[in-house]
């Protein structure tokens, strides 16, 4: 029981970790009704320049802040010169200049930094702790309480702030938010640049789990199943969808995997996913599709 | 002047249904085809013929394939890598297990496999919208790379999980020059390209554009919403299934996963996307683009660069390039070359006049 225990939390705090991937893709696609491919890039491409410039000699401070005004001169770029001359779009088309922008994204970090693989200390210690006989590592619950400060952030953001309200009117209603005078064109700035800071913080963690490196990317594929079964458009959704994805993720590789040869859990979480969405196409906390002819 | 409908009348209900209703696009099409079947086989390199034009052909292969999915029954998808993979594995596993079949039957066999698996991933399309379902369609991707690697039975306990596949021939005629295999692959695609240009003409091509534009419209004015999807995951799949096969056989010369990972999804994605979603011509441009754009790169960045540059680094700002030009490609034209080429043959019915 104790070691059921032991691979159920160690499954909800890895599914933390995806939650945060998850929490990228809802901010854009909530705002701006663009599925995101690029957030695996953007993580690659802020963890790879943090890394990049400790590794130059500069403080921990000094280069989060660096990678954070990258992360948003990326933001009001992709705005300004993808987003913009894309308005009206259908949303293929969108998903698909993401994919553009992740090869762009790709090949200009590892151009500038190089494709070595950095390790990346951020001084927590990754020591496991006890707690009534079951090991739980120190350095989870961290990035744990990291990514809940951030959610509880974003979260009050949306809710009390006059900016947040406004992006909230924007996911709702493009023309109308337009035309009570919201500028569409900054809140889209502001969500990508959100974005980048969430993929900052995520690269920061993944990368000192994974040392910093290109498999960063495939970070974003571990999230996919997360957003679909939390919902495109819930922030809650994309925390719950990570716990359980997290969870049942470990428990079936533990128990299910040897029975029918291991490395299940590449495809486990989309199944998950897929059975789930049978029941609930849109997710569990996503938006009601009415549709009328 | 040359490309003008004037004085072509069409008299019977069999004319007015051509596929090319204008005599100069038909004698173009014939021109087409006879360069593709005489004169390149004559006068093409070895090397163009299977480094450039047997990839580029089976990748359009599977480009209609999802053309019939995504830009005709509207249905996303990121999963084709996986269902020409089920093709590639299918036909190798028929040549191996049952060597009497010939090989173009183990061909539509195979491809009749990728079609019941298309299905079977195609069922939560019934359920799931838009990217809902792209995301799920990437299950298909990931469970059958995961199948193929991890079930020796379909490798054929092969150890490297890499399978030389079985040389070619028909009627006991090798096809394993360029030449010959060159002219299989083409054969195949052309008459494909037939099938899916008619198909999307019938009944069942204008259901699946009712089920694109709306699928709850589709089903109040009577159209199986079921059947119709489904026919096209079907169908889509079996196009992979076949550009698979194809692909391992006439191309690679081995049966191996990674050689349909993701990025191949996208690789055919990006072809539709910019050849133009809908449209049988976009298939054949965008896999044209796709295929020699990257080594049309390669080639302009080291005529560019002289003397020694860091190694990975040209490769890299290759995919920036590429990446910026899907880009600029989609904010210029959002409807791909097949609208490009509708406006040339607009412009080329006026010319010399502006109007």
């Not at chain 1, 001169?73 to 009206?88: C, D, G």
């Not at chain 1, 900016?163 to 709702?172: F, N, S």
């Not at chain 2, 079609?115 to 799931?128: D, E, K």
């Amino acid at each position: 029981m104790a070691f059921f225990v032991e691979v159920l939390v160690g499954g909800l705090l890895a599914g933390v970790m995806y939650s945060l991937v998850a929490l990228g893709f809802v901010l854009i696609f909530k705002a701006s009704g663009v599925f995101n491919f690029a957030q695996g890039a953007m993580v690659l491409t802020a963890a790879t320049t943090y890394a990049g410039l400790v590794d130059r000699g500069w403080s921990g401070w000094a280069a989060f802040l660096a990678a954070l005004a990258v992360m948003i001169v990326f933001a009001l770029l992709t705005e300004r010169l993808v987003l913009r001359p894309l308005v009206n779009q259908p949303q293929i088309s969108l998903f698909m200049a993401t994919i553009g922008l992740t090869f762009v994204l790709e090949g200009a970090s590892q151009a500038v930094w190089g494709s070595v693989v950095r390790g990346l200390d951020l001084g927590i210690p990754d020591t496991p702790l006890e707690v009534k006989g079951v090991l739980i590592s120190k350095f989870d619950l961290v990035a744990s309480a990291t990514a809940g400060a951030l959610v509880v952030a974003l979260a009050s953001f949306f809710q009390w702030t006059r900016t947040g309200r406004a992006l909230r009117a924007v996911a709702d209603d493009h023309q109308a938010a337009l035309s009570v005078g919201i500028p569409l064109e900054r809140i889209w700035a502001l969500v990508w640049a959100a974005a980048g800071a969430v993929a900052l913080v995520t690269g920061l963690l993944w990368g000192s789990r994974l040392g910093v490196q290109f498999a960063l990317t495939q970070v974003a594929l571990k999230a996919l199943p997360v957003i679909i079964l939390g919902g495109f458009t819930s922030i809650a959704g994309a925390i719950v969808g990570g716990l359980m994805v997290g969870a049942s993720e470990k428990v079936a590789e533990v128990y299910l995997g040897p029975i029918i040869g291991g490395g299940i859990e590449n495809w486990f979480p989309y199944v998950l996913a897929l059975l789930f969405l049978l029941v609930r196409p849109d997710g569990l906390f996503g938006e009601k599709r009415i549709e009328r002819v | 002047m040359i490309y003008r409908e004037a004085g072509q009348f069409r008299t019977t209900y069999a004319a007015d249904q051509r596929i090319f209703p204008i005599v100069q696009d038909r004698v173009g099409m014939v021109l087409l085809l006879a360069a593709a079947f005489v004169a390149v086989p004559l006068f093409a390199s070895e090397y163009a013929l299977t480094a450039l034009l047997v990839p580029m052909l089976v990748l359009a292969l599977a480009a209609l394939g999802l053309n019939i999915l995504t830009g005709y029954a509207g249905q996303f998808s990121l999963g084709t890598a996986a269902f020409m993979s089920v093709g590639a594995f299918a036909a190798y596993n028929l040549q191996l297990r049952l060597p009497w079949i010939p090989l173009l039957v183990i061909f539509v066999l195979a491809g009749l496999i990728a079609a019941g698996v298309g299905m079977v991933f195609g069922l939560p399309s019934l359920r799931i919208k838009g990217f809902y379902l792209a995301v799920a369609t990437l299950a298909a991707q990931f469970f059958v790379d995961w199948l193929f690697t991890k079930v020796g039975w379909f490798s054929n306990y092969s150890s490297s999980g890499v399978i030389t596949a079985q040389p070619m021939a028909i009627a006991g005629i090798s096809l394993e020059t360029p030449v010959r295999r060159y002219l299989l692959v083409l054969s195949i695609v052309s008459l494909l390209a037939l099938v899916a240009k008619n198909l999307s003409r019938t009944r069942t091509g204008r259901s699946w554009m009712a089920v694109r534009d709306m699928d709850v419209a589709a089903e109040v004015i009577g159209i199986p919403i079921l059947r119709t999807k489904l026919l096209a995951f079907g169908l889509s799949s079996f196009y992979c299934g076949v550009a698979g096969a194809l692909w391992a056989f006439a191309y690679l010369g081995t049966v191996e996963p990674q050689a349909f990972d993701l990025q191949r999804s996208f690789q055919i994605l990006f072809m539709v996307i910019i050849g133009g979603l809908g449209t049988v011509m976009g298939a054949f441009l965008g896999a044209a683009f796709i295929t020699l754009f990257p080594l049309f790169l390669n080639w302009a960045f080291h005529a560019v660069v002289r003397g020694e540059v860091r190694p990975g680094l040209l490769s890299q700002l290759e995919l920036v390039c590429f990446g910026a030009l899907i880009i600029v490609f989609l904010i210029v034209e959002p409807h791909g070359f097949a609208r490009l080429w509708q406006i040339g043959k607009e412009k080329l019915r006026l010319w010399p006049f502006p109007h």
